[in-house]
């Protein structure tokens, strides 16, 4: 079984700052990485996903993967009091997705 | 908006009581997932279907059993509620490597 490991946080972090998630992960085979978000309440959406080494933008979020140390990582940038969730990463296994617990963000006016 | 509803939303059953979930899509999709949501365990994945009557267990399955007689219909008994199986149900399906999620059923068993 895959493993996904996140701090729980919460992290809190002021509007317009660099809110920077954590991911890292159990098996060194795993080719494609998943950030969901999830307001209370609601439930997960995709936001980004990321197959390869390096950096992948998509406007305010980054996701940055390091599969030699097996981390992967989300940047929010300018955040919001909107980005306020909390942040799941996934990994695929052979049949569904592996999630880790979650880090629970708050964007501070 | 993957097309997925879930119904109950919303559901308070007593122990010993048989209680049943729906995840209905529109889209064809083959692959659906029943997970459950935990504070501090984060999404568990309970059953899944990868076909008409083609199912198979996940990582918490006991308690649950599913069905799944049509490409849109994927059903989630409890057979007897018991109290830890409170918990906030997921409905997902999976486009690609990629899993999209229902709104959710929030299950409360007294």
């Known amino acids: 079984q895959k493993e996904v490991e996140q701090n729980s946080g919460p992290l809190s972090v002021p509007e317009g700052a660099i809110a920077s998630l954590n991911c890292t992960y159990s098996?060194?085979?795993?080719?494609?990485f998943f950030w969901y978000r999830q307001y209370s309440g609601k439930s997960p959406e995709l936001i980004m996903s990321?197959?390869?080494?390096g950096d992948k933008e998509d406007g305010r979020f980054t996701a940055q993967l390091n599969k030699a140390s097996q981390y992967v990582s989300l940047l929010i940038r300018d955040s919001q009091p909107s980005d306020s969730a909390t942040y799941l990463c996934?990994?695929?296994?052979?049949?569904?997705?592996?999630f880790g617990t979650g880090t629970r963000l708050t964007v501070i006016p | 908006d993957a097309g997925i509803t879930q119904s109950p939303r919303h559901k308070v059953t007593e122990t010993g009581t048989p209680v049943t979930l729906r995840c209905h899509q529109t889209?064809?999709?083959?692959?659906m997932y029943w997970y459950r949501q935990d504070p501090g365990h984060g999404l568990r994945l309970i059953h899944y279907?990868?076909?008409?009557?083609?199912?198979d267990k996940g990582e918490v399955s006991d308690g649950y059993s599913v069905s799944r007689s049509k490409t849109e219909d994927f059903l989630l008994t409890l057979e007897s509620a018991t109290s830890s199986q409170t918990s906030v149900y997921f409905c997902?399906?999976?486009?690609?490597?990629?899993?999209?999620f229902g709104p959710g059923t929030r299950l409360t068993v007294l």
């Open positions: 098996d060194r085979g795993s080719q494609s």
């Open positions: 997902a399906i999976s486009e690609g490597p990629t899993e999209f």
């Open positions: 279907s990868y076909g008409v009557k083609d199912t």
């Open positions: 990321i197959y390869s080494n």
């Open positions: 889209e064809n999709h083959r692959y």
């Open positions: 996934a990994v695929p296994g052979a049949n569904n997705l592996f």
